[in-house]
């Protein structure tokens, strides 16, 4: 929480506020509907009041293309339940190809610093008919799935617009995952076509595929075809040793561009399936709805980036994590899309900052890790490159350390709307997020979503502000998932979000109102320490453990303990950086005057690696398990699943 008496780090100026989405947005309600809005709180509070009447606004803000008639919603009441638009028909993929000017960008791509290309309106709409007409030929048609394992390039968002297009599900994850991992995912939803690359660059190097899809193919009988893309230039190659194998290019010759057929299908018609980390088990598939998806996505880009048609979107994600379903959806806002593939320090850590300037992005995303990463390497992005169309940074994936908000300031850019955001791949966008029309205070997240009734509960279900509590939504939204892949009966679904507090959607983290109106998440409640019966985050160790220079990265746990818990915290400090009695002194009394003094650790114990999910989300619950010595149940869902090993059986610990 900010201290008190500390000035907010960025204030909009008034103009920037007057012609901001939320601003014209509060005058169309108050012409509409007789309201009297000031500002955006007052939006917020009459869109969870009025949640039928809200997205009705949204669907006329984006333009939706489709059918709608009557209500727009039925059994406002139950959550799971509620109905959102349940007369109305659309296609996602038809919202993002709405007409516009054929020769406008599309698509830009950077492929570390091996591949640069830029996709007009035109050619991608080309590309995703010929596509659509091989996929229909493969048999793909209404309720199929179509899974790939892409980078994120062009040819993975025209794939997913053709397999949305004719009311299929598509399905991806990239392609560092390991074979167990693919068929984790994609096993469960049975594919019709399987869509993979030759291969991949990653910090300089070639990653050649081929022989993890000859042992991942055959192990999926449902597939009529699998496709190969080329980027290593030897998708032939790799197709002829797969059973019924194509390149992209034999798959689509026989099709010439065509207008596009869309098969508009009910609101809630599945688009996607996303996947649970699966660090606790076989990962959860989540299915999420095209008009929900639709709608909840141009709220975010149009009100929370205020983001404007022709502007540049960029967000650095792989194919395996829910923000870059998030990223595409910005074509239904007429943006230009910059994709990235690869490192975002090879060759150097200019590499993502070069091409914001070149292409002018409007919007930076990214995670808090790199972020801070950039923070500790001593990269100033802002006296090197011309950042003048930058207007917005968002930062996700973990929470935002108050020195990295104030990083962002020092060393990017003065006036810019820094937007740490939270949410998840349960909801395929987020809970509470960027207000533009507001201050930015360090270590806060501005404000709740609209729409979205954000609240914090204590354990016994009672709202509270200012202290710490269980992050809820307490009102039905349009995101959430339409069901779990393979779960008829809806149990794993009501068990994941309503076991908690029935009716409520209780979504794992751990939260905290500000005095500012603004919010803290404190980290995942499965992650929440509990020494002496007292419930502390561990996102807020963090903060104050990483801002010791020596320190490059830190995890905590609690440990079982002499009948209590202690807290544990794992460092890997930088090279050359021993564990003296000296550092741990000062990591102590960082902690302890930076946080509180139930927040120091019981033991500090240095560590050469920490294991992350393959989204780059350290993940507590598997070193915890290692600690106390029971399995970790699915490593596949890990990146550098060897680093478990760095925690098993530790005497530092025994004592």
Not at 474 to 487: A, Q
Not at 502 to 518: I, K, L, P, R
Request: proline share 7%; glycine share 10%.
């Amino acid at each position: 929480m900010s201290a008190m008496g500390e000035e907010p780090l960025w204030i909009p100026s008034p103009e920037r506020v007057a012609h901001s989405a939320v601003a014209a947005l509060i005058g169309t309600v108050n012409a509409r509907h007789g309201t009297a809005l000031a500002d955006y709180r007052d939006l917020h509070h009459w869109s969870i009041e009025h949640p039928g009447a809200f997205w009705e606004e949204i669907w006329e803000l984006g333009e939706v293309i489709g059918e709608r008639s009557g209500p727009a919603l039925v059994d406002g009441n139950l959550m799971p339940g509620a109905t959102f638009f349940p007369q109305a028909r659309l296609n996602y993929a038809e919202n993002l190809l709405r007409p516009r000017d054929p020769a406008s960008l599309a698509l830009i791509f950077r492929g570390e610093d091996k591949v640069e290309r830029h996709l007009s309106f035109g050619e991608l709409t080309d590309l995703v008919s010929r596509l659509q007409q091989a996929l229909r030929a493969a048999g793909v048609g209404v309720g199929d799935r179509v899974a790939a394992t892409m980078p994120n390039m062009p040819e993975t968002i025209a794939v997913m617009l053709a397999t949305t297009s004719l009311g299929a599900v598509f399905s991806s994850c990239s392609p560092d995952f390991g074979e167990r991992g693919i068929l984790d995912r994609f096993g469960q939803i049975e594919p019709k076509v399987y869509v993979a690359c030759d291969g991949y660059w990653y910090n300089g190097k070639r990653v050649s595929i081929a022989d993890k899809l000859k042992n991942v193919v055959p192990h999926m009988a449902s597939l009529a075809r699998t496709v190969i893309v080329p980027y290593l230039g030897e998708a032939e190659e790799v197709a002829a040793g797969l059973p019924n194998g194509v390149s992209l290019d034999g798959f689509i010759a026989d099709f010439a561009p065509a207008p596009l057929a869309f098969e508009r299908l009910p609101f809630n018609h599945p688009a996607f399936i996303l996947f649970s980390s699966g660090t606790t088990g076989v990962p959860k598939c989540i299915v999420h709805g095209a008009g929900g998806t639709l709608l909840q996505h141009i709220k975010e880009h149009r009100l929370h980036c205020d983001l404007k048609p022709g502007e540049r979107l960029f967000y650095f994600t792989t194919c395996g994590w829910m923000m870059w379903n998030w990223l595409v959806t910005g074509l239904a806002s007429e943006l230009t899309l910059c994709l990235f593939d690869g490192s975002p320090f090879a060759p150097t850590p200019d590499v993502l900052w070069d091409y914001a300037e070149a292409e002018r992005f409007a919007l930076f995303g990214t995670s808090a890790k790199y972020i801070d990463s950039l923070r500790k390497e001593g990269v100033r992005p802002g006296e090197a490159h011309d950042l003048s169309a930058l207007k917005a940074m968002t930062s996700t994936g973990s929470p935002l350390a108050p020195a990295d908000f104030a990083y962002v300031y020092e060393a990017i850019k003065q006036d810019l709307h820094l937007a740490s955001i939270s949410g998840g791949t349960d909801i395929v966008s987020c809970f509470v997020l960027g207000d533009p029309t507001a201050p930015v205070w360090r270590g806060e997240i501005q404000a709740p979503g609209l729409g979205m009734a954000v609240e914090v509960w204590s354990e016994e279900g009672q709202r509270v502000f200012g202290e710490r509590g269980e992050l809820v939504c307490t009102r039905p939204f349009p995101c959430m998932p339409v069901m779990f892949w393979n779960d008829p009966e809806g149990t794993k679904y009501r068990a994941a979000y309503f076991e908690r507090f029935a009716n409520v959607w209780c979504h794992g983290d751990f939260a905290e109102w500000t005095e500012h109106g603004g919010i803290v998440i404190h980290g995942r409640s499965d992650a929440t320490l509990n020494p002496q019966g007292v419930r502390i985050g561990t996102a807020e160790i963090y903060a104050q453990a990483e801002q010791v220079p020596e320190i490059v990265e830190a995890i905590a746990i609690g440990q079982d303990w002499d009948n209590d818990v202690r807290v544990v915290l794992f460092v890997r400090l930088k090279e050359g950086v021993g564990l003296d009695e000296a550092l741990e002194k000062r990591i102590k009394t960082q902690i302890r005057t930076g946080a509180s003094p139930r927040h120091v650790p019981a033991k500090i114990v240095a560590v050469t690696d920490i294991p992350r999910t393959r989204s780059g989300k350290i993940t507590e619950l598997a070193v915890r398990d290692v600690v106390h010595g029971r399995p970790v149940k699915n490593t596949e869902a890990l990146a550098n699943p060897e680093a478990l090993e760095l925690y098993r059986n530790l005497p530092e610990l025994a004592v």
